[in-house]
């Protein structure tokens, strides 16, 4: 079993989708109702159009805004700390902290997560950071319609709840990439959906000089 996977599951409260397609887990109160508030503050402040990683060249695949959060912020170091202690993962094994807001309309859709082997883009994270492990993602809220994310292979859909941590290995235990970490972030029918997003990579990310 995954090391991850290990630690997660002996996390008091947490919840893992009983399927062997795929490792997936839920932590509920994650982060509390202030610190969801702060980072949605964050996001507001400092968003720009989503990007796509091994791009299809769809402008409709994912609609959302991303905020990249400085790495020099001590809020954003203790949760991003906070991440790293959950999944029992060393600080540095990840990409910067990031935030996506989704208004009405707005989407991700089915997609994964990790780099299409053989792409370009990982080519390129090859000689950095590697390919990406797992992904841990917080719901800073629950917009008031859609804004669920659905895993299709398992037909399991997670409905966002302020606090609430999912996470997934993107790989199979034999380090390859896994297609039924498949996911939709759906639109929103109603409110904004926040979250926060944090990707785990094979080797160190490269500090800024
Ligand atoms: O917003 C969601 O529910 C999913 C987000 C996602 O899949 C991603 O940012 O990679
Ligand atoms: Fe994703």
Redesign the pocket.
Known sequence: MNQTSEILRAVPGMQRTPTPKLELFRLRGFLDADECERLMQMIDANRQPSTQSDDNGDPTYRTSETCYFGSGDAFIAEVDRKLHDLLGIPEGFSEPLQG?R?EVGQE?KN?T?YFEPGGADLQKRNQTAGQRTW?A?VYLNAPEAG?A?RFKAIKKTVVPERGALLAWNNLKPDGSPNFSTL?H?MKVRAGT?Y?I?KWFTERPWPRSA
């Open positions: 996506q989704y991700f997609h997560d992904t993602m804004g994310t996911h972030g959906k979250v997003t």
